[in-house]
């Protein structure tokens, strides 16, 4: 845990955090609001005592409430992962400024984030679906995204269980043929 990147964080980006810095073993991890989250990536990319240039990893995240976007940056100079939340994402409207010209890679993770959780990365050139067809409506990370059972052929009447249960390992494929006779 690198004690320094905590109050340097402080030092840098200030009243642009949203709560405290949270550290754990080899994870610092600090929240910002959308509004700011293109100046804290850049200054934490840019400032020459942190320098986190490599990201690693973009993720989108329903929270139930409202939506996140999660960065997961590395840098020679810390011992430390650097997690930056953008937080508080309206639910309704997902929106979060691109870092695309930080990293250009990003362009495709803030593809999948748009395409399984419906944020659009404002400044992002290509916002498009990557996995799924262009007319597909919904986003299937969501939470309020639900498959509908299709022997019903109707919504209402549930959600079909999309696994079911694995047989003990110690059962044989014997043991296992007349579970599945009886049940």
Known sequence: MD???RSR???????????PVVQRHDETEIRVAAG?????VQAVHDAPDLRFTFLADLA????GEHMQVVY????ESSPDWLRVIVDGLDRESPRCPSVTFLWKGAEWMER????MFGIVFEGNRDVRRIY???????FPLRKDFHLPDDASRSPGRGVRPMEGALPPRDA???TNRRRAQAG
Do not use: I, K, N
Request: net charge negative.
């Open 3 to 5: 004690r320094a990147l």
């Open 9 to 19: 964080l402080e030092r840098l980006l200030g009243d642009r955090l949203l709560g």
């Open 36 to 40: 700011d989250a293109t100046a804290a």
């Open 60 to 63: 989108g995240v329903d929270t």
């Open 72 to 75: 997961h940056l590395w840098s």
């Open 112 to 115: 999948e984030a748009y395409d």
């Open 132 to 138: 799924l067809p262009a007319a597909y409506t919904s």
């Open 172 to 174: 044989t494929p014997a």
